[in-house]
């Protein structure tokens, strides 16, 4: 377990895929409270350019880049300007700092498979890990769990989402769901930007329509995920390990409006929810100061205004990926890995504009449906195995699927 920061010393805060969306939401409240918090590592994939902007802004004690071209630039850089940042590469890197002694906090913000071993690192040296890579837990729950225990790591949940549940569920949950009274959780969704478009008409959608998010600002990858509610399944999946839910106590609900960020019920009848602005800086703080509460940089929200918010039941056949997902839920093991894997390579075609947008669940379907959910769940070289099988396999029908579209 890390050495916890002397009472009166800022907390070391690693923002890993600080050049992401939520990243930037973590410096930006973290400059807001220069007393409490300090930049100590951070780290990027492939936008050298922009990191080198922080660092040279923050001058934090690492800084990592996916590739070692890449880590070289900045090197370069770094020393040029005089700075005493030790610059890192690779998984070895993230892992590294995800581990140092300078580092209280790690924000674990690499989107997809690319961040679990980061997290893992983060789970057993004992840190305070702010959970927004989601992919940790869909594909290896029990490792990640496992970790935080046996490290005696704080894992606090980041999407808005699992934020939201957490802030609504009481403080001790040693009894389990069951005991604390807790019925079920509901987590909403947007329904992205083709909730109310027809299904006919989205096999022509482009890239830039399917991030064109109503009410969050994302990466590009997360709002494709979004725009087929893929997110909302693996977010049930998340939500089944943070929680200790079975799939069947956690509930979808589609809520346009993106004010109410998720809710749970008890059995007494009530029904506690958390609603605010969408802003990722108000869960960010919430995991940043917890216990406690500071400013998010994030305007109130006036309820006295608040009109016409809305609640459905997600349309099955509109988003067949979170049916899927759900599926995979029940099923457990290593078909979480697989599912995500399928789903990265799938949504980086369509990016790509090498796939349409209605053949990412096809993708999905068929490699689920390819039998390497049957591998071991219980090891880290286990999962990582399924992983790169799943994407192979996921390729090959990404690429049948597309000469069959075109």
């Not at 660092?55 to 005493?84: H, K, Q, S």
Request: hydrophobic content about 50%; glycine content about 10%; aromatic content about 4%.
């Amino acid at each position: 377990m890390s050495t916890p920061a002397r009472a009166d010393a800022p907390l070391g805060v690693a923002v890993l895929g600080s050049t992401g969306s939520v990243g930037a939401s973590t410096l930006d409240v973290v400059a807001r409270h220069p007393g409490r918090f300090r930049v100590v590592a951070l780290s990027a994939n492939r936008q050298v350019d922009v990191l080198w902007q922080q660092v040279r802004a923050l001058e934090p004690v690492y800084a990592v880049v996916a590739d070692a071209a890449g880590a070289r630039d900045l090197a370069d850089r770094v020393a040029r300007a005089g700075l005493a940042t030790r610059v890192l590469a690779g998984s070895e890197g993230l892992q590294a700092v995800a581990s140092a002694p300078e580092a209280d906090v790690v924000m674990a913000a690499i989107v997809g498979a690319a961040g679990l071993e980061s997290t893992l690192a983060a789970a057993n040296a004992g840190k305070r890990v702010l959970l927004a890579n989601k992919e940790s837990l869909v594909m290896a729950g029990g490792l990640v769990m496992d970790a935080a225990a046996r490290g005696r790591a704080t894992l606090l949940p980041i999407d808005s989402e699992h934020n939201a549940v957490f802030q609504c569920l009481p403080r001790r949950l040693a009894g389990g769901l069951a005991e604390a009274g807790v019925e079920r959780i509901l987590l909403t969704a947007s329904g992205g930007p083709f909730l109310r478009r027809s299904p006919e008409s989205l096999a022509g959608v482009t890239p830039d329509e399917a991030c064109s998010h109503p009410n969050w600002t994302m990466g590009r990858k997360i709002s494709v995920d979004s725009a087929t509610m893929m997110n909302k399944g693996l977010e049930v999946i998340e939500a089944c390990w943070l929680f200790g839910a079975v799939p069947d106590l956690v509930e979808v609900v589609v809520h346009p409006q993106s004010v109410v960020h998720s809710l749970v019920r008890y059995a007494d009848g009530s029904v506690l929810a958390q609603l605010g602005h969408a802003d990722m800086r108000t869960p960010i703080a919430h995991a940043l100061s917890w216990p406690d509460r500071i400013d998010a940089g994030v305007q109130p929200l006036d309820v006295a205004r608040l009109q016409g918010l809305e609640f459905e039941p997600p349309d099955m056949g509109r988003f067949p990926s979170l049916r899927l997902a759900l599926d995979v839920a029940r099923a457990g093991g290593i078909a979480g890995a697989v599912l995500n894997a399928a789903n990265e390579v799938a949504v980086e075609r369509f990016l790509a504009g090498q796939l349409p947008f209605t053949a990412i669940p096809g993708v999905i379907e068929a490699t689920l449906s390819q039998g390497d959910a049957e591998g071991d769940a219980r090891s880290l070289e286990g999962i990582l195995a399924a992983d790169q099988a799943a994407r192979s396999h996921a390729a090959e029908h990404a690429d049948r699927m597309a000469e069959a579209f075109s």
